[in-house]
């Protein structure tokens, strides 16, 4: 009992915790940012007004997603100097550089990009203010970026050194924990998979109101931007977790061996699709597995050697000392096909999106013409059923918002305990990095305030994602038709009329 409630594993799921439910905004955030800049260049270049209703529609549920996530992220913070606070010291001198970065560059094109986006349509040229969301977009993936090489540096520590005084990690190549191939790899891998969530969340979106032949022109559009972001986000998600699991097979040997329950070293060794039974023992009694495919993930090579859970055990201890190097096991083993499964299910349903509304196709000719009249062409001439089978894909589609995010979550749980005992590996174990002098009811009181907070947040963004998205997108007005050719709009202004994008 008094290991279930020692105050590192207090503050390890407390952090577990508020990091997730944060993390469910940051990739919508990245991808809805580029998308709705997309969209409005596309009004700007075409000025048709399917484009400028999809880019404030979409607009609208970014701004609560971008609003929340700012919010959640602010207690990030907070738990360093309450819970963390020798591991704020030890790694203080190598973060303050990327964080800095993140706060006075790309916080920076965030918050002032975004002031002018939301109050200046109708203060705007219509090209300037397209100009400020794209700068809101590259913000934020600049934002990714830094906070990444932060947390790549903790994956992989380069370009410091130990103070032999303080025991501190001191920076000496900025430079090298921004370009180190853990970092590029993992920016890549996080940037993919962020415009997976957002392909889905807009898929979703999509569907419901085509499932209820409502603004058909809006989300038939939104539809296939949703779908092509699919496709091509599902697949640079593959390569790009591809390149990254070369990458940890040999900077955490210990992580990937656990990520297949692969407890003695193999060669060729395989990838295990599906076990039943104990992975945390190594006794599958059911286990489906791809001959020669964990040596080819790992090396390029179906028939490389892969060192097992065992093995690295053994090497990590005459390394770095007696202890036990792993991790737990069936979190990782499950995490990592969760985070596969649900990931590619995405992209595998992007495909069939693609597929099924493409322009011989019955579905589409629909959509197209809003007329329930219109003969089905490729799939069944039996209305009933063809209405029938219409009904389960707009479900499945809505479903899919989901997906991506679950995939994300279970990445971030497998990439953070897959890594333990180390907090920066092979450099400060988790248990040294605590707050000293924390209680156990210290702990649990701020990680009960939190949870409660983050409860309340969640209640206030279902409601305002389920109000503005049943909503749909408004009908036009003739100043959003005609927005002003210089900056402050035009003489005849009334000054005191309503802001044109305020809710």
Not at 10 to 24: C, D, K, M, P
Not at 162 to 186: C, I, M, N, S, Y
């Amino acid at each position: 009992m008094e290991l279930a409630l020692a105050p590192e594993t207090l503050a390890r799921w407390q952090f577990g915790i508020t990091t997730v439910y944060h993390f469910l905004f940051v990739p919508l955030t990245i991808s809805l940012a580029a998308l709705v800049a997309g969209l409005e260049t596309a009004w700007v270049r075409t000025g048709k007004e399917r484009y400028l209703k999809a880019t404030k529609f979409w607009g609208k549920l970014f701004l609560i997603n971008i609003a929340m996530g700012v919010v959640t992220g602010i207690v990030q913070e907070f738990q360093f100097g309450m819970n963390w606070s020798d591991y704020s010291r030890f790694v203080g001198d190598v973060f303050g550089a990327p964080l800095a970065f993140e706060a006075l560059i790309a916080f920076f094109f965030e918050s002032t990009f975004i002031g002018l986006w939301i109050f200046g349509w109708d203060k705007l040229p219509k090209k300037i203010h397209c100009f400020c969301i794209w700068m809101v977009s590259i913000g934020t993936i600049l934002s990714t970026y830094f906070i990444l090489a932060a947390n790549s540096w903790m994956q992989h520590p380069t370009g410091y050194k130990l103070d032999k005084v303080t025991g501190r990690a001191e920076l000496t190549d900025f430079w090298k924990v921004l370009t180190q191939d853990t970092t590029l790899v993992v920016v890549f891998h996080t940037l993919t998979a962020a415009f997976l969530a957002g392909g889905a969340f807009m898929v979703g979106i999509a569907a419901f109101h085509l499932m209820r032949k409502k603004h058909i022109k809006v989300m038939r559009t939104s539809l296939r931007l949703g779908l092509v972001t699919l496709v091509v986000a599902g697949l640079l998600t593959a390569v790009s977790g591809d390149l990254l699991g070369k990458v940890m097979f040999k900077q955490q040997p210990m992580k990937m061996a656990s990520a297949e329950a692969l407890w003695d070293g193999q060669a060729p060794a395989p990838f295990s699709v599906f076990a039943y039974g104990d992975v945390a023992k190594g006794h599958n009694t059911v286990e489906v597995e791809i001959p020669g495919l964990l040596s080819f993930l790992s090396h390029d090579d179906f028939s490389s050697y892969v060192p097992g859970i065992n093995d690295v055990n053994k090497a990590e201890q005459e390394k770095f000392g007696p202890g036990d190097y792993r991790p737990n096991i069936p979190v990782a083993y499950w995490g990592f096909r969760w985070m596969i499964g649900f990931g590619m299910a995405s992209f595998a349903l992007g495909v069939a999106g693609l597929w099924l509304t493409r322009k011989k196709f019955w579905l589409s000719q629909r959509l197209r013409t809003g007329d329930d009249e219109v003969p089905h062409l490729a799939l069944t001439k039996d209305k009933a059923l063809g209405d029938g089978l219409a009904k389960w894909a707009w479900r499945l589609a809505v479903v899919t918002i989901g997906f991506p995010l679950i995939a994300s979550s279970w990445g971030w749980i497998f990439t953070e305990m897959g890594r333990q005992p180390w907090v920066v590996y092979g450099v400060l174990r988790t248990s040294d990095a605590v707050s000293p002098g924390v209680s156990q009811g210290e702990v649990i009181t701020s990680m009960a305030v939190f949870t409660a907070l983050y409860a309340i947040l969640a209640v206030v963004e279902v409601k305002l994602l389920v109000k503005y998205v049943k909503a749909g997108p408004q009908e036009l007005s003739e100043s959003d038709l005609n927005p002003p050719t210089k900056i402050g709009g035009s003489d005849s202004d009334d000054a005191d009329r309503p802001m044109a994008f305020s809710y």
